[in-house]
């Protein structure tokens, strides 16, 4: 009950855009009725298509960020903690953040073709920045006093690294992980627009290039959905590991 | 009394002796320097087929190419006209809107799902409703970029009016500020470091839509110009390409911070006691 | 008593407030007080007997939700420029500088140009901040940035002065200083000063009368004559008086503190 109260204003917009749609305000080649994409959905469902093209993207983009997320981690940890290594790496990420990371697009598939490897790596390398610079600031920003008080109750480097400095800095790097599954579903679909060989991303080009746009909606709403739900469940999971924060 | 004067505290960056110094911007330059060499040694010994990674001395040939033929300076600018036009119309709707949604209850009540909902979803899925909607031109890129940052700008407007402090607020009121004024002339400045800090992330967001929605439509700007080195297999294009769009990033990185810390000139970060 | 001498009257005022988690709390209970215009009353007691939410009441910040409070303007409702107020952590614009942070109120009265100009420089003088008018709070110490408090209060010259520990987050040196500095602008000024402490020898260096206030539901305990106030040039601290007087308020305020900490405070 208080989630519908909560979700009400949704049901609102979708009520709205049901009635402009259906009192001929809008042309339905621009905006079709939400009740025809529902029903387009529930056909793409059923022939597969909308299975088989999300199962490909989920998996190029759990692949593209686990790898980012170990890799990213070990580096982020290592700059924070070894000033040696800091100084090789530290000017490289420096170098790379403010590059915009749709611009790799082009260079993915220089490198690897048109395939999968192209978009998994494009999105291992648009992932990656998030995760070390979480890691790196959560790490450098933990309280020396934390650290001292530990040593001085008698904990090794190993216990100090993993019972201290690593809580401490969970939240922020749990920060770093969420931006990266956000920059997972956005290089996920751009890639499979522009690389249109399979994915949820090309179904959406290849559906608009036809004129199906009831069908292209429906994806368009899956895909969002997503994306909700994969923060949502990230939001829920990084709570869980924060329960002593208040 | 135990009161310190700050007039002319330097910047701890200054206050290093000039060796350590030079000491340290040398340490940051090694490592890209050394990748620059690589690249070349790589290059001479044809140890990488040139096409996955053309030698240095081309891509910079070609750099000097997109210079002297005015390339660059127009395929940027096109590039920055489409991110900053969008970027602005963000923040002008974001802003306000985020504001409202943190001190109106009638707003929060409708928007507070609708950008819970919003914020993570991937908004590039919607380009080709954009294009439909509003051709392939500038319009529709800059729509793109609008809705993939307002969000970013709405969660950031209405977590910093959130957090003002009661006490302000009522300093004001007690000073005879009335509701309007409360809003302007408190809320808005007491929100500035949040929403400052949503707006250095919408701005790289908003770079990255313009240069992929420009890849996606085609057209002119630094994405189209990509994807057209990438599709004619122009590797050098491809490279010059993305040096090009990472110094256009990094000067409107540069910037937004230059503007946060001239904003925020009042602010303990910038105020080290 | 003459409507002119009348400070603030409050009258049979309760409160209550629903924490998000836990039980509903009963702040105050019936307290009623007058305070006489030009007077300095200190509201003394252990920390959650609702001193605060008395003086955010009689400020107007709070709604009332049963008694009346009234001054000489009539019957509070809201907050208003009569009534200054100076919170513990100083609520100073961090984006303004001092000058601009005292100019706020004087705007807001309608002053502008030279005239408001002047008025701020003469506050700012007042409270001995020349030099620092173009320094932002953040890159003043705690006691300037209450001095600044201080001035931006005072400059819109209102006829109450609600203060709420406002040396509370001060260190003991600064503290003494400002206490003696608010003493010499009071006796200049003629103002009705609320002070809320739970420094039992402030509260009776500074007032006329403190008020003893019970642990929670607060209440009127009792009311103590202190009158130190008026004396400029012996070092009261010393006086015998003073000494028995704080003493015997420490006593009463004693068994409340007990009773705050059964309760968990």
């Given at each position: 009950m208080r989630t519908f109260v909560r979700y009400a204003p949704l049901l609102i917009l979708a009520v709205l855009w049901e009635a402009v749609t259906r009192l001929g305000l809008v042309s339905v080649q621009l905006?079709?009725?939400?009740?025809?994409?529902?029903?387009?959905?529930?056909?793409?469902?059923?022939?597969?298509?909308?299975?088989?093209?999300g199962a490909?993207?989920?998996?190029?983009?759990?692949?593209?960020?686990?790898?980012?997320?170990?890799?990213?981690?070990?580096?982020?940890?290592?700059?924070?903690?070894?000033?040696?290594?800091?100084?090789?790496?530290?000017?490289?990420v420096e170098l790379f953040y403010p590059l915009p990371k749709s611009a790799l697009i082009p260079l993915v598939m220089v490198w690897f073709g048109l395939g999968d490897m192209a978009k998994g790596f494009l999105i291992f390398l648009g992932c990656l920045l998030p995760v070390v610079l979480g890691t790196y600031n959560g790490l450098r920003g933990v309280d020396h006093v934390l650290v001292w008080s530990a040593q001085s109750l008698g904990a090794s480097r190993r216990a100090v690294l993993r019972e201290v400095l690593l809580p401490a800095a969970m939240p922020q790097i749990l920060t770093g992980l969420r931006t990266a599954v956000a920059f997972a579903f956005l290089l996920m679909?751009?890639?499979?627009?522009?690389?249109?060989?399979?994915?949820?991303?090309?179904?959406?080009?290849?559906?608009?290039?036809?004129?199906?746009?009831?069908?292209?909606?429906?994806v368009i709403l899956t895909v969002s959905a997503l994306g909700f739900f994969a923060d949502r469940g990230f939001v829920l999971l990084s709570d869980r590991l924060l329960r002593w924060r208040e | 009394m135990s009161e310190r004067t700050l007039a002319a505290a330097p910047s701890r960056r200054w206050a290093l002796p000039p060796l350590a110094r030079l000491r340290g911007m040398a340490l940051r330059w090694t490592s890209p320097l050394v990748l620059l060499a690589l690249w070349e040694i790589i290059?001479?010994?044809?140890?990488?087929?040139?096409?996955?990674?053309?030698?240095?001395?081309?891509?910079?040939?070609?750099?000097?190419?997109?210079?002297?033929?005015?390339?660059?300076?127009?395929?940027?600018?096109?590039?920055?006209?489409?991110?900053?036009?969008?970027f602005v119309l963000s923040v002008a709707i974001g802003v306000p809107l985020g504001l409202l949604i943190a001190r109106r209850r009638a707003f929060r009540w409708f928007c507070e799902p609708v950008v819970s909902v919003g914020f993570p979803m991937p908004k590039i899925a919607f380009l080709p409703i954009f294009m439909l909607w509003f051709g392939v031109f500038d319009l529709s890129k800059i729509v793109m970029v609008t809705f993939s940052t307002v969000f970013t700008v709405i969660a950031a407007a209405d977590a910093g009016a959130r957090g003002v402090e009661t006490r302000l607020v009522w300093s004001a009121q007690s000073l005879g500020a009335r509701s309007l004024a409360v809003f302007w002339e408190v809320a808005?400045?007491?929100?500035?470091?949040?929403?400052?800090?949503?707006?250095?992330?919408?701005?790289?967001?908003?770079?990255?839509?313009?240069?992929?929605?420009?890849?996606?439509?085609?057209?002119?700007?630094?994405?189209?110009?990509?994807?057209?080195?990438?599709?004619?297999?122009?590797?050098?294009?491809?490279?010059?390409?993305?040096?090009?769009?990472?110094?256009?990033?990094?000067?409107?990185?540069?910037?937004?911070?230059?503007?946060?810390?001239?904003?925020?000139?009042?602010?303990?970060?910038?105020?080290?006691? | 008593m003459t409507d002119n001498s009348l400070g603030i009257d409050i009258a049979h005022v309760s409160h209550g407030y629903e924490p998000k988690n836990g039980p509903p709390v009963r702040a105050l209970q019936d307290v009623s007080l007058t305070?006489?215009?030009?007077?300095?009353?200190?509201?003394?007691?252990?920390?959650?007997?609702?001193?605060?939410?008395?003086?955010?009441?009689?400020?107007?910040?709070?709604?009332?939700?049963?008694?009346?409070?009234?001054?000489?303007?009539?019957?509070?409702?809201?907050?208003?420029?009569?009534?200054?107020?100076?919170?513990?952590?100083?609520?100073?614009?961090?984006?303004?500088?001092?000058?601009?942070?005292?100019?706020?109120?004087?705007?807001?009265?309608?002053?502008r140009g030279t005239e408001a100009d002047q008025r701020a420089q003469h506050f700012i003088d007042l409270v001995h901040l020349s030099g620092f008018e173009a320094s932002f709070p953040s890159q003043l110490s705690g006691g300037m940035q209450q001095r600044a408090a201080l001035a931006r209060t005072l400059a819109t010259d209102p006829d109450i002065l609600l203060m709420d520990e406002p040396f509370g987050a001060l260190d003991a040196q600064t503290r003494r200083i400002m206490q003696e500095e608010l003493l010499s602008i009071w006796r200049a000024s003629q103002k009705t000063v609320v002070f809320v402490t739970h420094d039992v020898?402030?509260?009776?260096?500074?007032?006329?009368?403190?008020?003893?206030?019970?642990?929670?539901?607060?209440?009127?305990?009792?009311?103590?004559?202190?009158?130190?106030?008026?004396?400029?040039?012996?070092?009261?601290?010393?006086?015998?008086?003073?000494?028995?007087?704080?003493?015997?308020?420490?006593?009463?305020?004693?068994?409340?503190?007990?009773?705050?900490?059964?309760?968990?405070?």
């Open positions: 905006l079709p009725p939400l009740s025809t994409v529902l029903a387009s959905f529930a056909s793409l469902v059923s022939d597969g298509s909308l299975l088989g093209n490909q993207s989920m998996l190029r983009a759990v692949a593209g960020l686990g790898a980012a997320i170990i890799v990213g981690f070990i580096l982020g940890a290592g700059m924070a903690l070894r000033p040696r290594f800091e100084a090789t790496v530290g000017p490289l679909v751009a890639s499979e627009l522009i690389i249109a060989n399979n994915g949820l991303g090309f179904l959406i080009g290849e559906l608009g290039d036809n004129g199906a746009y009831p069908p292209m909606f429906a | 290059g001479r010994l044809g140890l990488v087929r040139p096409f996955l990674l053309p030698p240095l001395e081309s891509v910079v040939a070609r750099l000097g190419e997109d210079i002297a033929d005015g390339a660059l300076l127009n395929n940027a600018a096109i590039t920055l006209y489409h991110a900053l036009a969008g808005l400045p007491a929100s500035m470091p949040q929403i400052l800090t949503g707006l250095q992330v919408a701005l790289p967001q908003s770079m990255i839509i313009a240069v992929g929605a420009e890849m996606l439509m085609g057209g002119a700007g630094l994405g189209g110009a990509m994807m057209q080195a990438g599709s004619y297999a122009d590797a050098v294009g491809v490279y010059a390409g993305i040096v090009e769009t990472a110094a256009v990033g990094m000067i409107a990185v540069v910037l937004m911070a230059r503007l946060r810390a001239w904003l925020l000139r009042w602010h303990a970060e910038f105020n080290p006691r | 305070i006489p215009a030009n007077s300095f009353h200190a509201l003394l007691g252990p920390s959650g007997c609702g001193k605060s939410t008395l003086l955010f009441l009689v400020g107007g910040f709070l709604r009332i939700q049963s008694g009346s409070i009234r001054t000489v303007r009539g019957e509070v409702t809201a907050p208003g420029p009569e009534r200054g107020i100076v919170f513990q952590n100083f609520a100073l614009f961090p984006w303004k500088t001092v000058k601009q942070n005292v100019l706020y109120g004087i705007h807001k009265c309608g002053l020898a402030e509260a009776v260096y500074l007032s006329d009368t403190v008020s003893v206030m019970t642990a929670r539901p607060g209440r009127i305990r009792q009311q103590v004559e202190a009158g130190f106030n008026r004396q400029t040039d012996t070092d009261v601290f010393k006086l015998p008086a003073f000494i028995e007087l704080v003493e015997h308020v420490w006593e009463l305020v004693r068994g409340e503190v007990d009773e705050a900490r059964r309760q968990g405070f």
